[in-house]
């Protein structure tokens, strides 16, 4: 017997509580509160990250459920929120899809500079703790990726074990509620019409400029997007070209007048 397997569905006895109120859940607000409640005890976190979609090159959808001032679904500051989450993607691909750590303050080029307008942002800065997980299903190759957000320490373990045990629970009670209002016609937008929205750019010239709004260099957007710096400097010129700009301030400022970055 695989002992692994064992510990785990003894775990999960501990765990029944909160689960059996996880499959009562019914609405967006209901979610929430279940986070906030006795999900808490087993897994603490202040900001809890969905997304699904193309990890690779494609359009990510995500949530966002907190009770901090500000950070909700497509508010001011989560524009770029689809490729922090390719980010965590690899993290979690690297750790060969088990749960995993990261102290995210000693990673400033992912936490990105805080503006007053984007509430978000500045929640962000003040996160310590991020503990990554996901689910593959593989019928469709689909994948979804859950990200727990901390602004205190929180330790690998037994946070590991609650996130394999409860992470399941929560995508079920994501794929059951009925998205809210403003999430529905965002994520419409965001799949199926982002790119004729942003002048034309590709998907990876949205990357690139998403970074470029939060001040990177061409140098750190190669090392986030795992590319050269030479090619991101490619980017660019194709970029300039598309929107009839000179320089990269320019760009910003046309580009944000379609879809601000926060």
């Given at each position: 017997?695989?002992?692994?397997?064992?510990?785990?569905?003894e775990?999960r006895?501990?765990f029944l509580?909160?689960i059996e109120?996880g499959?009562?859940l019914?609405?967006?607000?209901d979610l929430?509160?279940w986070?906030q409640g006795d999900?808490?005890?087993h897994l603490?976190?202040?900001?809890?990250l969905?997304?699904?979609?193309?990890?690779?090159?494609?359009p990510?959808?995500?949530?966002?459920?907190?009770?901090?001032?500000?950070?909700?679904?497509?508010?001011?500051?989560?524009?770029?929120?689809?490729f922090?989450l390719?980010?965590f993607h690899?993290?979690w691909?690297?750790?060969?899809?088990?749960?995993c750590?990261?102290n995210?303050?000693?990673?400033e080029?992912?936490?990105g500079?805080?503006?007053?307008?984007?509430?978000f942002?500045?929640a962000?800065q003040?996160m310590r703790?991020?503990?990554?997980h996901?689910?593959r299903d593989?019928r469709s190759?689909h994948e979804?990726l859950y990200v727990?957000?901390?602004?205190?320490?929180i330790?690998?373990?037994?946070a590991?074990?609650?996130?394999?045990?409860?992470?399941p629970f929560?995508d079920?009670?994501?794929?059951r509620?009925?998205?809210?209002?403003?999430?529905?016609?965002?994520?419409?937008?965001?799949l199926q019409?982002?790119?004729e929205?942003?002048?034309?750019?590709?998907?990876?010239?949205v990357q690139?400029?998403?970074?470029?709004?939060m001040?990177?260099?061409?140098?750190?957007?190669?090392?986030?997007?795992?590319?050269?710096?030479?090619t991101?400097?490619?980017?660019m010129?194709?970029?300039?070209r598309?929107?009839?700009v000179?320089?990269r301030a320019?760009?910003?400022s046309k580009?944000?007048?379609?879809?601000?970055?926060?």
């Amino acid at each position: 017997m695989n002992f692994h397997a064992l510990s785990l569905g003894e775990e999960r006895n501990r765990f029944l509580p909160v689960i059996e109120q996880g499959l009562a859940l019914e609405r967006h607000v209901d979610l929430l509160h279940w986070l906030q409640g006795d999900v808490q005890h087993h897994l603490p976190h202040d900001i809890l990250l969905a997304g699904w979609g193309d990890f690779r090159e494609g359009p990510i959808a995500h949530d966002l459920l907190s009770k901090l001032p500000g950070v909700r679904s497509y508010a001011a500051g989560t524009e770029s929120l689809a490729f922090l989450l390719r980010k965590f993607h690899t993290l979690w691909v690297g750790a060969q899809r088990q749960p995993c750590r990261l102290n995210f303050r000693e990673s400033e080029y992912l936490r990105g500079s805080s503006r007053p307008e984007a509430s978000f942002r500045s929640a962000l800065q003040n996160m310590r703790t991020v503990l990554v997980h996901g689910l593959r299903d593989e019928r469709s190759g689909h994948e979804c990726l859950y990200v727990v957000m901390s602004a205190a320490e929180i330790p690998a373990e037994p946070a590991g074990t609650a996130m394999k045990v409860l992470i399941p629970f929560v995508d079920s009670a994501l794929r059951r509620i009925t998205q809210l209002p403003q999430q529905h016609t965002q994520t419409s937008l965001s799949l199926q019409t982002a790119h004729e929205e942003l002048l034309g750019l590709s998907e990876r010239e949205v990357q690139v400029m998403a970074w470029v709004a939060m001040g990177k260099t061409n140098s750190e957007i190669g090392d986030i997007l795992n590319i050269s710096g030479c090619t991101v400097k490619n980017h660019m010129q194709r970029i300039f070209r598309k929107l009839n700009v000179f320089n990269r301030a320019q760009a910003v400022s046309k580009v944000t007048r379609v879809t601000p970055y926060g």
